[in-house]
């Protein structure tokens, strides 16, 4: 669908579309997932930050944005403030997003959870499956609703119908290292060539540090995010709303030019900028491998900036300093024909349509996607609020270098709302078998563009 626009006032215009509170539309369920960070295995629970534990009594909450020990501070913030206010516990869980997102397919007629944080192409497929609840009406009271970024909150609409509040959102950047750029006398690359040309004059150098890393394990979220963002350069939608049916926009050759530029030379071409001992790997490298100082490019979003301390870090100090002092960012390098334009990440956190609690519900996720609450997060992630999706929030540039992110963010695209699972497991092979050299890019561009094409009438 087309995004919907609001004026004068977004309460007013969700009355004219008729938001409401009713059950979500039923239809089938596809596939989706894109995250920031996909998460890692885990799970926590309220009576660890002072809520009681689980029971039948309490709020159940599935929210990734928790996972980590840098972020309980937050959560503890949270549970207690909820129970403060509404004499109520909550219990929050966190699992990787494609373990939710089944979890939550198969399972979310039975109530549980009663609020689910996600990402994006989860909004279209849990609202076409019904498990997720119209929330406009509920929202448009919110003394601080007019405060979210507009685009933020078109990405939450579906079929005209608000069905999330966001609360983190980005654009995806070249995350380069400035220090070994400025040393070889390289600028930021603007289009494809120059940044394989760069990529080959780093790894050339000697340097001990990989030129480039992308994200190429089957599944990862990370790694589709990584491709749309190349395609949004060159298309603003990949499929487009014609009466009742979806059109695919991009070219066979545009897939093809994505696929060439940036995963077969890249990966495993006869002078690859990536190291082929690393295909088949996530964020889990490409993040920490990046703030380790093992890479000096990767395809990103800010949340990198706030990553200074875990497990996955050897050095904080060190790795403070490379993200102050050595990191740049631009926009991300284009194939022939592109323009600047990046994948857009919203987060939408969202209400059972089955809970049994809805009233309670609705508060803890109007809680969560508060001013107040994204302080509290802030805090402990400043990186996720570099580019913030509520006016209340300051932006926490505060390093000329990251600067660019917000010019970045103002060119995002949002994924249309259809099933995105379809396009990801046609996209998953093609990808894999180009980077492993099993497949010239064109002619993986072309079968993956006629995959698309055959689920216009099924996305």
């Known amino acids: 669908m087309t995004e919907t626009n609001h004026s004068p006032t977004r309460r007013n215009v969700l009355k004219a579309l008729g938001v409401g509170t009713a059950v979500g539309l039923a239809g089938c369920t596809g596939g989706g997932g894109s995250a920031a960070q996909e998460g890692t295995p885990g799970q926590t629970d309220s009576s660890k930050s002072g809520g009681s534990s689980n029971s039948k009594s309490d709020l159940i909450m599935w929210n990734a944005a928790f996972q980590g020990d840098e972020n309980k501070p937050w959560q503890d913030w949270y549970t207690k403030q909820f129970r403060k206010q509404h004499d109520t516990s ?6 990787e997003y494609p373990d939710a997102r089944q979890k939550y397919l198969t399972g979310g007629r039975t109530g549980n959870p009663d ?21 406009g009406d509920r929202a448009e009271q919110l003394e601080y609703f007019d405060g979210y970024v507009q685009s933020a909150l078109d990405a939450m609409t579906y079929e005209g119908k608000l069905y999330g509040l966001p609360y983190t959102g980005n654009g995806r950047a070249l995350v380069y290292r ?23 004059a780093i790894n050339e150098a000697d340097t001990d540090v ?23 350069q060159h298309e603003d939608h990949v499929y487009t709303r014609e009466g009742d ?18 995963y077969a030379q890249v990966w495993a071409g006869d002078n690859p900028i990536a190291d082929p001992e690393q295909l088949g790997t996530g964020w889990q490298v490409n993040d920490p491998g990046y703030l380790n100082g093992k890479f000096a490019m990767i395809e990103c979003g800010p949340w990198l900036r706030g990553w200074t301390t875990g497990s996955d870090i050897d050095d904080s100090e060190k790795t403070k300093t ?8 631009a926009h991300l390098p284009r194939a022939e024909g592109g323009s600047k334009g990046t994948y857009l990440e919203v987060k939408p956190v969202m209400l059972n349509a089955n809970s049994e609690q809805k009233e309670s519900a609705w508060k803890a996720l109007s809680l969560f996607s508060s001013p107040e609450s994204l302080r509290q997060g802030k805090q402990v992630s400043a990186g996720d609020y570099l580019t ?7 932006p926490t540039i505060d390093n000329e270098n990251w600067k660019p992110f917000l010019d970045v963010f103002k060119s ?35 079968q993956f563009h006629s995959e698309l094409k055959d689920l216009e009438t099924k996305v």
Not at 90 to 95: D, E, T
Not at 245 to 262: M, N, Q, R
Request: contains cysteine; aromatic residues 12%.
């Open 90 to 95: 909550i219990s929050v869980s966190a699992f």
């Open 115 to 135: 609020v689910i944080e996600g990402v994006l192409s989860h909004l279209s497929e849990y609202a076409k499956a019904g498990l997720i609840e119209p929330i």
């Open 178 to 200: 400035k220090d070994i750029f400025e040393e070889l006398g390289l600028d930021a690359p603007e289009t494809a060539e120059q940044f394989l040309e760069a990529g080959r």
């Open 210 to 232: 990989t030129a480039f890393h992308n994200c190429t394990k089957d599944g990862s979220v990370r790694a589709f995010q990584e491709f749309m963002s190349h395609v949004y």
């Open 245 to 262: 049916s979806w059109t695919l926009v991009p070219s066979a050759e545009t897939f093809g030019l994505v696929f060439d530029k940036f």
């Open 322 to 329: 490379l993200l102050d002092e050595k990191t740049a960012i």
């Open 388 to 394: 913030p999706v509520h006016t209340d929030i300051e």
């Open 412 to 446: 995002g695209k949002a994924l249309a709302k259809i099933s995105w699972g379809p396009v990801r497991e046609a996209f998953y092979s093609h990808m894999q078998n180009v980077a492993y050299g099993k497949s010239d890019p064109y002619k993986a561009g072309k």
